[in-house]
């Protein structure tokens, strides 16, 4: 069973491109988290979805971040005209269901690099 | 609004040393309390779960308790190894009021075992 996966793991961009980030959760997980690690920071919340649906968004950056988990494929964290703050790294956690028992599964990251 | 904080930041150790890395919350009102370790460029590795209701646990070297009236939680690590070189981060979920439990990090204690 393999675990949550990311890709890519390590993600180059210029300042006004578009950074599209992927996550496959674990199998037979279909809720999502998006987390984020700034360098020296911890890591924070930026939003959660069930399939097709945002639940919460409240960790998202209100421009230029877009979140989606279809019904078919991974879910996708899409960072819209880059800058140089958005270099981080950005891991997805999944789990099986959404109460406060259930553990998070961690992807390795995407280490993001705006140039 | 929870917080978590970890200290110290950092920790240099010669190996086979006992240590213990401290984490501690503001909102005593937790469902349970997670440590994990993440190795440089690396994603995260969940060590222990500890449930509200739980006291303690412990798996191999490692034994994390937990104090919820306090706020604080400790990771103890015996006869620490080279291998135990890492960043040790503590987080509780916390209901966001908007559907999800997102995970609080602490900023992490960088551990350095020495040989």
């Known amino acids: 069973n393999a675990g949550v996966m990311q890709n890519p793991r390590h993600l180059v961009r210029r300042r006004g491109q578009e950074a599209r980030l992927r996550c496959s959760p674990m199998k037979g997980h279909s809720h999502v988290y998006w987390y984020r690690q700034l360098p020296e920071e911890g890591l924070k919340f930026m939003v959660y979805l069930q399939k097709e649906n945002i639940i919460d968004e409240s960790g998202m950056p209100k421009e230029r971040f877009s979140a989606e988990f279809p019904k078919e494929g991974p879910s996708i964290l899409r960072i819209q005209q880059v800058v140089r703050g958005d270099s981080a790294a950005y891991f997805c956690?999944?789990?099986?269901?959404?109460?406060?028992?259930?553990?998070?599964?961690f992807g390795a990251g995407t280490r993001l690099s705006v140039l | 609004k929870q917080e978590v904080t970890q200290i110290p930041a950092a920790l240099s150790v010669p190996e086979g040393e006992n240590l213990v890395l401290n984490c501690s919350f503001t909102?005593?009102?937790?469902?349970?309390l997670q440590w994990f370790r993440q190795d440089p460029g690396k994603g995260l590795t969940s060590l222990l779960l500890i449930q509200s209701s739980q006291r303690e646990q412990t798996s191999g070297r490692l034994n994390a308790s937990l104090d919820k009236s306090s706020g604080r939680s400790t990771l103890y690590i015996a006869a620490s190894q080279p291998g135990d070189s890492a960043t040790y981060l503590c987080?509780?979920?916390?209901?966001?009021?908007?559907?999800?439990?997102?995970?609080?990090f602490g900023k992490g204690t960088k551990l350095s075992v020495i040989p």
């Open positions: 987080a509780v979920p916390a209901y966001s009021g908007a559907g999800s439990y997102q995970l609080t």
């Open positions: 956690a999944s789990s099986l269901e959404p109460e406060s028992k259930n553990i998070q599964y």
């Open positions: 909102d005593s009102a937790i469902y349970n």
